[in-house]
């Protein structure tokens, strides 16, 4: 659905560099189901392209992280092939039970939203020791979401291996590699299709680190000498967020599938029709959002929130509630207050 839609704001409106920044990848077919053994020296491997190196969550406002990190993927009838790569000179990790705080260990992360709602998205992480932490979110954190750690990714199949010594101070170590099978129906809902040729998906990937110093011949999370609490982690992703939040869907990377074999058979990334749309509602709902908080209700009119739209723009509001919707005759797209995205006629 392409909307033909012309508005700004009624001072100076810039569009949000948040959706050009988003990073996108064709996952090819994979002509044979690689070994999870964590190694990635499958020969169907070597026709799947690599992400572009991680930077850091906030984009290039930030400095280049010192250590690099980059994926690849691959998918089939049956799942989701993931492969990472992760430089580092200190390996460490301690959690060895699943559904434990991984993050509270240097870990990889994998988030995926099928329906490009933003609701109803998973997370899967995973440390130096193999140990995986997956959950799935009703809803993002900042709408009240909750984590259902009891979901489990039925059926997966990850390995890790280390280039260097665990938890062994004092020596040089290169870095880790990370490898899953994650089943694609532990992905999907009932009435979901199935995984085609050009389907498209949200996801990103993260990268926590921490800095570390040695005491006691061992690995320790450096702390803030007055607070005494960890000093704030880094967080290196493949499609910068913007902002220091991972459980923002919407400022995600787009997953595009091909039943092509990759290598010499590409395909092209399709831009999705109605992507200028979705920005036009982040827009509002974001400004919606601030103008709750400072009058106690939202705004029913878009001149309230220093906006002029077309026609096409429709906005309904109460103190609680509000729902913006975009579109004509034909489908139509809508936000909530929650920033549930939604398709309708």
Same mark, same amino acid.
């Given at each position: ?69 980059? @994926?690849? *993927?691959? =998918? $089939?009838?049956?799942? %989701? ?7 580092? &000179? ?56 909750? @984590?259902? *750690?009891? =979901? $489990?990714?039925?059926? %997966? ?7 260097? &010594? ?14 899953m099978a994650i089943p694609l129906k532990s992905l999907t809902f009932w009435g979901d299709g199935p995984v085609r040729d050009g ?65 010499a058979d590409t395909a092209a990334f399709v831009d999705p029709a109605d992507m200028g749309t979705r920005e036009i509602l982040w ?63």
């Open positions: 659905m392409r909307t033909k839609l012309f508005w700004c704001l009624a001072s100076s409106f810039v569009l949000s560099l948040g959706a050009a920044a988003q990073r996108h990848y064709v996952c090819y077919s994979a002509t044979e189901k690689p070994v999870i053994d964590g190694s990635g020296s499958d020969p169907v491997w070597q026709r799947a392209p690599w992400t572009e190196d991680f930077g850091d969550i906030e984009g290039d406002i930030r400095p280049k992280p010192a250590l690099r990190t980059r @994926a690849k *993927m691959l =998918w $089939d009838s049956t799942y %989701l092939y993931i492969y990472a790569e992760l430089q580092e &000179t200190d390996l460490w990790g301690t959690l060895r039970q699943h559904d434990t705080i991984i993050y509270d260990d240097n870990d990889f992360e994998i988030f995926i939203n099928p329906d490009n709602t933003t609701h109803r998205y998973f997370e899967l992480e995973i440390n130096t020791l193999g140990t995986v932490m997956d959950l799935f979110m009703n809803k993002p954190y900042r709408n009240g979401g909750k @984590a259902l *750690m009891s =979901w $489990d990714a039925q059926g %997966l199949v990850s390995a890790v291996t280390v280039r260097g &010594t665990l938890n062994h101070p004092g020596d040089a170590d290169e870095g880790w590699s990370v490898e389907t498209q998906w949200r996801i990103n990937f993260s990268r926590v680190e921490w800095d570390r110093d040695v005491r006691d011949g061992e690995y320790v999370v450096r702390t803030n000498p007055g607070t005494g609490r960890r000093l704030p982690e880094h967080n290196w992703v493949w499609s910068p967020q913007g902002i220091i939040d991972m459980h923002a869907p919407e400022k995600w990377g787009f997953l595009q599938f091909s039943a092509r074999g990759g290598g827009t509002i709902y974001e400004k919606e959002q601030k103008y709750h908080q400072e009058h106690g209700r939202y705004a029913e009119m878009l001149r309230q929130l220093e906006l002029v739209g077309g026609d096409g723009i429709k906005l309904q509001a109460t103190d609680m509630q509000f729902t913006a919707t975009v579109g004509g005759s034909g489908e139509v797209l809508s936000i909530d207050q929650d920033g549930e995205v939604r398709r309708g006629r």
